[in-house]
């Protein structure tokens, strides 16, 4: 008897997750059982109105940021001065008279914001600091996504509660982000191959060099299109009483028939992040390169460090928020009357 319950009940949940997901792998799955509404402003505008609600909340959300440099600087530290000056001097002295003139100099600070993103000019970690960097990184998202749903709410808010209310979450938070690496994995595979065949010449060749671009290619649409439920899943774990799993199956009835759309716009926030990188980091790198030839006693001062590492504070915030808040104008387009 207790069998028979046990295999109606998975029968039972089985048929509702079926009802949920028309698709069927290896099936043609018709337009019209997949299609759904999801009316949202135009890539510009929506951009634009993320901006504008940070810049309404603009004191919060820069303290917000302060407060996440300077807890990172104490308890991980900054990217290192000395190795980024060695860097910079050796660009000079290898590069001749390639990096002479206004178009050089951008060249040379392309090449050195290109060290800069990567780590290249960061000291290793230790375990312990690779910790206290991702508890860091997963408060500040836990706390930027707490502010703006209470502020949205209608209610006046400050950081102090939103650090000390936020952090309920934070362990079904990282329960996802742990499924979220591992959706990734193909991805990282694909990056891993890539550095073993570019270090055996295996891309030189023609025909290898096409398998393996679509094998990499296929690898990274694979962690894509996990990723892109699994981040709204982030948002969806901080309501009340909320489980990591019942946040995933959420999140995967949300972007079901729209998964691609909402891809598009993720793909749009970090395009525009790299942008506004671009625009930043490399006029500031030019300035500062200028600044310290003309004064070198001065050479030991950490400007690219902590502009990166408020860089850094800055897009943990404006990514939760451009997540909630396309979030939000999903759940808005699904409450509307069909």
């Given amino acids: 008897m207790k069998l028979r319950k046990s295999l109606l009940a998975v029968k039972k949940r089985v048929n509702l997750y079926l009802k949920r997901r028309p698709h069927r792998s290896f099936r043609f ?3 019209r059982d997949y299609t759904r509404s999801l009316k949202l402003p135009g890539y510009w505008a929506f951009t634009k109105y993320v901006q504008k609600t940070f810049w309404a909340n603009r004191k919060i959300f820069l303290l917000a940021a302060l407060v996440y440099a300077i ?10 001065q000395d190795i980024y000056s060695t860097l910079s001097d050796t660009l000079k002295s290898t590069g001749g008279d390639f990096f002479v003139g206004f178009w050089g100099g951008l060249g040379q600070s392309g090449l050195l914001f290109m060290a800069t993103i990567t780590g290249g000019i960061s000291e290793s970690l230790t375990d312990v600091q690779r910790i206290y960097a991702g508890l860091i990184t997963l408060l500040a998202w836990l706390t930027s996504v707490w502010l703006l749903r209470n502020i949205l709410a209608g209610h006046k808010v400050k950081l102090r509660d939103g650090l000390y209310s936020s952090g309920a979450p934070i362990l079904s938070t990282f329960a996802i982000m742990l499924i979220l690496v591992v959706q990734l994995l193909p991805l990282a595979f694909a990056l891993i191959a890539y550095g073993a065949a570019s270090a055996t010449g295996l891309l030189a060749s023609g025909v290898e060099a096409m398998l393996f671009w679509i094998v990499a290619a296929l690898l990274a649409a694979l962690s894509l299109y996990l990723i892109t439920s699994t981040i709204f899943a982030l948002v969806i774990v901080t309501l009340p009483g909320m489980y990591p799993m019942q946040a995933i199956k959420a999140a995967g009835d949300m972007v079901v028939g729209r998964r691609m759309r909402l891809l598009s716009r993720l793909l749009w926030m970090a395009l525009v992040e790299m942008i506004i990188w671009v625009l930043i980091m490399i006029p500031i790198i030019m300035i500062d390169s200028w600044i310290k030839g003309l004064l070198p006693a001065i050479s030991f001062v950490p400007t690219i ?19 909630y808040l396309l979030y939000r104008k999903v759940v808005a387009d699904d409450a509307e009357p069909a």
């Fill in 305 to 323: 460090p902590v502009v990166l590492l408020l860089l850094s504070a800055l897009t943990v915030i404006w990514t939760s928020g451009y997540v």
């Fill in 29 to 31: 799955t018709r337009r």
């Fill in 71 to 80: 807890v990172t600087t104490l308890l991980v530290g900054i990217a290192s």
